[in-house]
């Protein structure tokens, strides 16, 4: 239960076919569970043992509803959010700790988080809270600093004010749909695995995601029925990590037993956007002058 200085939080997220699609489902909830007062997970109607994962992590913060997906919403990412906002109004809290079952919290960064939600607590123009992201590609050890990823987005949000999950569940906005929440940076990271599988997994992964957002007829245009694995392309021009991964993570990344680079098809090279020359330079320039350009920003940022 929270403290007499801080709100209950609720954390959420939701999850299907996690095992079969290699989500670290179970590293995201145990990553915050030390800062949350209870964990809702929407599980859908998996075909694999998702929820056998989420038992096992014995933790009575932890409290599973079960919600089947409607294929008619297989469009643009719109059962994504449906299932977003179906765990969001189980939750108690006062404010709502929202991590895909992709996204990580480093443990170095409870504190500042709690200190955040602390310092909004007489702040009622605050409706939510801001996360910097490292989007790790190919492997652990390498992140994505492009243009062409977001650098920030919203995961603590501020119940009870009508907000939503916005178009494919990547951020919030207003019942509206249009009104942007007013928000403070946290200064802490979400760490975002999505994009680190297994060559073969990756690509089955993203499959099941794209049927989210398009059509049959696209998705078996664009991937057909051979199974081929992803191809990450040059990782050498993906920067390094330098920093430390959550420790919830340590287990995971030990039991790698895969490269990227192993998987490569140099006679068809992939044509992912962060390759791109136009989009090389447009990032480098930005590194140079230290500003986002032209970047994406679904907020209106309060002064901390």
């Not at 790790?136 to 992140?143: A, N």
């Not at 794209?210 to 191809?231: A, I, N, Q, T």
């Not at 330098?242 to 790698?256: C, D, F, Y």
């Amino acid at each position: 239960m929270p403290t007499g200085n801080r709100p209950f939080i609720s954390g959420f997220t939701f999850v299907r076919d996690a095992v079969r699609l290699d989500y670290p489902v179970g590293e995201a909830i145990r990553s915050i569970l030390p800062i949350v007062d209870e964990f809702v997970v929407n599980l859908g109607d998996c075909s694999d043992d998702t929820e056998k994962v989420i038992l096992a992590l014995g933790d009575p913060k932890v409290r599973i509803i079960h919600t089947p997906w409607n294929p008619d919403r297989f469009v643009r990412g719109a059962t994504n959010a449906d299932q977003t906002n179906i765990a969001l109004d189980h939750c108690r809290g006062e404010w709502c700790f929202y991590l895909q079952a992709d996204e990580v919290v480093h443990e170095q960064d409870h504190h500042r988080i709690l200190e955040t939600v602390r310092r909004c607590r007489n702040r009622p123009e605050v409706d939510g809270i801001l996360f910097s992201y490292n989007h790790f590609w190919g492997d652990y050890s390498r992140v994505q600093r492009s243009h062409c990823w977001y650098r920030h987005d919203i995961r603590l949000i501020r119940a009870g004010r009508g907000i939503r999950s916005w178009k494919s569940a990547q951020s919030f906005r207003k019942d509206d749909g249009a009104s942007k929440l007013s928000v403070v940076d946290s200064g802490a990271w979400i760490y975002h695995y999505g994009w680190v599988r297994h060559p073969m997994v990756m690509r089955r992964k993203q499959k099941a995601l794209d049927s989210l957002h398009h059509s049959g007829d696209w998705v078996e245009k664009r991937y057909g029925s051979e199974e081929v694995p992803w191809d990450y392309g040059p990782l050498e021009k993906v920067p390094l990590f330098r920093g430390t991964h959550p420790a919830v993570m340590e287990e995971r990344i030990r039991n790698k037993d895969w490269r990227a680079e192993d998987f490569r098809n140099l006679d068809s090279p992939p044509k992912h956007e962060h390759l791109k020359l136009s989009m090389r330079i447009h990032t480098a320039l930005e590194h140079l002058l230290g500003i986002g350009i032209g970047e994406y920003r679904n907020w209106k940022l309060l002064r901390n």
